[in-house]
């Protein structure tokens, strides 16, 4: 197997590749590697690869591919790569190529699209159903909010192919709630706080990367079409949709896409009622196209846009929290809507020096009360430039990144008097971040300097503030290694939504002095093993004690939209500790993590549901199974179990712990090639329950779905 490389064998780069014949996935990673791949098919027959999906190094990738399938990648030095196992060797010529530090970032974890579709992951909840760290409370898919190990959204740097997401604009309306599922290439969690994250990620950060016209062509295709359909009982729910894509040459891919669905109120576990103005309909599509691999530049461009809308409570209990007081709180129809233009550029030739990125953006969100006249909307400008050095000095293998990013964002209300305010919040960033290698030490170490400028109505903050960060990785014993990190980061426009902010004038308190910032210590241990077991298993085990501080919380004390004091809050302590543990082989994968999370203010109290602040857990657990038992069948089962919660402040109920099964099903008959027909049941047993992290209200805690029998297809030509 002789394959000339068009980049270092160290570049990062975006995969996504699903679980399945060892050739496929090697013909998906030469594409989206940028390598030229040719091999004697008899080294792949029989042998099935590990999905991938993620950011990873050449030699990261094929470790994660080729864990189980007996294979495994031999550094034999001056470049050159053996793929051995089975008697077999064949040479990989990779340029700069060790086999060292096969491990992915300790502070990183993804969700596979092969997940995401075997899930039929269709809103928020769905796509983070098999990680326990990620919680989704809410009920409803229109009121779902969405936190990381205790910490809510809007503390988060959440991005879509790029684009920052901009402030929630009333209530829970406005934000990262809605998001179409049919085209998302990555999902990837980074509970770290690095350089070179973004702004504002007080609490880590979340990407979403859709996918690309050539990640959707079948093979030695080069037009293409890919139609979907699924129904869900629960909630009488139907979604459908349709991709077109094609390349142009070798190079150029275009993509559209148009997806909608339908869903009624839907019903409580336990043969409960239905939960009132939990139902609507949407619509979404995505544009796209992209360049990749010319002469080693790749250009995407990108717009997207999604509309959700139906009879909801605008304010007070039923929109956010516990159910409508009594009729006097009708419902309204209102419209949320969010568009997303990119365009991101990247540079990677021949030369270690030059690793180049560009990526502007523009988002828009938008929530239209068209019963009260009123609009609230969210315009977002940004763009981050950034390049990475690779290069050598003495012992040491460094790869720095220096870069600068930059977000505007205009807040604007038009209330029903026909009047309009504005709110402005502007943060450029300088940013750099060293990954240094040492033999079997890894060291990472930056910082930021951010200046922020914001307008609360007449009042203007502003400031610099500095922001570092140090972190190393230790290979203990072959397979064992040891981490840890420390980091910070800041944000001065805080959490008050786009509706409240219209409220503030010259009679308003204003007592912020000082940025919101948060500093985090976490660390732990990883064992990433073959063979252990059976000749073609493969093991790994993660523990990791966290400790997040966010300070200053900007905050806004009132009552019914209109605020009397803005200020600094009390502090945020979200500390606790991960264990993951994943064992499989090539037709079976067992995955468990459990988290355990304890927030607390300054003084030791506990922390219950804070809007867009924090969310108390019980502890949770995950255990999520994967199996194919012959080609054209995988099988699936999910265990979700949350643990009594019972440190809670003194005005809230304990909230009683639950278990939830889940079980799928793929059907991909030979006699319809690139057919897969899914089965899921969720809520397996009904229960009837509700998620910790949903607002608790006089009025009762809105309750989860109950049963959901879950039919959909995808047929691919």
């Not at 189980?68 to 340029?95: C, F, M, N, S, Y």
């Not at 890894?442 to 500095?466: K, M, Q, T, W």
């Not at 990791?544 to 806004?556: C, D, G, P, S, V």
């Amino acid at each position: 197997m002789e394959a000339g490389a068009q980049s270092p064998a160290d570049a990062v780069r975006s995969y996504d590749i699903p679980a399945g014949p060892l050739d496929e996935a090697l013909h998906a990673f030469s594409r989206q590697s940028g390598t030229h791949f040719s091999y004697d098919p008899q080294l792949s027959q029989g042998k099935k690869s590990n999905a991938i999906s993620g950011s990873y190094t050449i030699r990261q990738a094929l470790a994660e591919m080729l864990a189980g399938t007996g294979l495994k990648a031999e550094d034999k030095g001056q470049g050159h790569i053996i793929l051995a196992g089975d008697g077999q060797q064949k040479a990989v010529a990779l340029p700069g190529m060790t086999v060292k530090d096969l491990q992915a970032d300790p502070e990183t974890h993804s969700i596979n699209t092969e997940t995401l579709r075997r899930t039929l992951a269709w809103d928020m909840a769905d796509i983070f159903s098999t990680d326990s760290s990620v919680v989704i409370g809410g009920g409803g898919r229109f009121t779902q909010r969405l936190y990381l190990r205790g910490v809510e959204a809007n503390n988060l740097n959440i991005s879509i192919d790029g684009a920052s997401q901009g402030r929630s604009l009333h209530q829970h309306m406005g934000d990262i709630g809605l998001m179409d599922t049919e085209l998302l290439k990555r999902v990837e969690v980074q509970t770290g706080l690095r350089a070179d994250a973004g702004p504002g990620a007080l609490g880590g950060s979340i990407v979403f990367e859709t996918a690309d016209a050539q990640d959707l062509l079948l093979k030695d295709r080069q037009v293409g079409a890919t139609v979907t359909g699924g129904y869900g009982s629960v909630d009488e729910s139907w979604k459908g949709g349709a991709s077109a894509y094609a390349v142009v040459g070798k190079h150029v891919g275009i993509l559209a896409h148009y997806s909608g669905n339908d869903r009624q109120n839907y019903k409580v576990g336990d043969d409960g009622p239905e939960v009132p103005n939990s139902n609507g309909e949407g619509q979404a599509y995505l544009g796209k196209v992209s360049i990749l691999d010319l002469n080693g530049h790749s250009l995407r461009f990108s717009a997207e846009g999604i509309k959700n809308e139906g009879l909801y409570i605008w304010g007070s209990t039923g929109s956010d929290m516990g159910y409508p007081a009594d009729t006097s709180f009708d419902p309204d129809h209102i419209e949320i809507q969010r568009h997303t233009y990119t365009a991101d550029y990247r540079f990677k030739p021949k030369n270690s020096l030059v690793d180049a990125r560009l990526n502007i953006f523009y988002n828009e969100n938008k929530v239209t009360n068209d019963t009260r006249a009123t609009e609230y909307h969210s315009d977002k400008y940004g763009g981050d430039v950034r390049n990475t050095f690779a290069f050598k000095l003495g012992p040491t293998s460094h790869r720095l990144t220096l870069g600068a990013d930059i977000r505007d964002e205009t807040s604007t209300g038009q209330l029903s008097d026909g009047s309009e305010k504005e709110n402005d919040t502007s943060n450029l960033g300088f940013y750099l971040q060293n990954r240094m290698s040492l033999g079997a030490l890894g060291i990472s170490f930056g910082a930021r300097l951010d200046s922020y400028d914001i307008n609360y109505g007449p009042n203007n903050f502003s400031g610099n503030e500095f922001s570092p960060n140090i972190g190393a990785t230790y290979e203990l014993l072959k397979g064992l290694t040891a981490f840890a990190s420390y980091g910070e980061a800041v944000r001065a426009s805080g959490v008050i939504p786009g509706s409240w902010m219209t409220s503030i004038d010259s009679s308003t308190p204003f007592n912020i002095t000082e940025p919101e910032t948060s500093n985090q210590v976490q660390g732990g241990l990883r064992y990433m093993g073959q063979g252990l077991l059976l000749g073609d298993d493969h093991l790994r085990l993660e523990g990791t004690y966290f400790n997040t501080r966010i300070e200053n919380r900007i905050e806004a004390e009132g009552r019914r939209g209109v605020i009397t004091e803005l200020k600094n809050g009390d502090d945020l302590i979200s500390e606790g500790f991960e264990l993951r543990v994943a064992w499989g082989l090539p037709n079976f994968e067992s995955r468990l993590s459990y988290t355990h999370v304890s927030l607390e203010d300054k003084d030791g109290n506990p922390v219950g549901v804070i809007r867009r602040v924090a969310g108390a857990s019980g502890d949770h657990l995950v255990w999520d199974n994967r199996w194919q038992p012959i080609d054209q069948v995988t099988l699936g089962y999910t265990m979700n179990v949350v643990f009594r919660l019972t440190d809670v402040p003194d005005d809230e109920p304990e909230r009683p712990g639950y278990v939830v099964h889940n079980i799928q099903a793929v059907y991909q008959p030979s006699q319809i090639p690139n057919l897969s027909l899914n089965l899921v049941v969720n809520n397996l047993f009904d229960l009837r329950y509700s998620e910790h992290t949903t607002i608790y209200s006089s009025t009762g805690i809105v309750e989860e779905p109950g049963l959901d029998v879950r039919l959909g297809f995808t047929y691919k030509f």
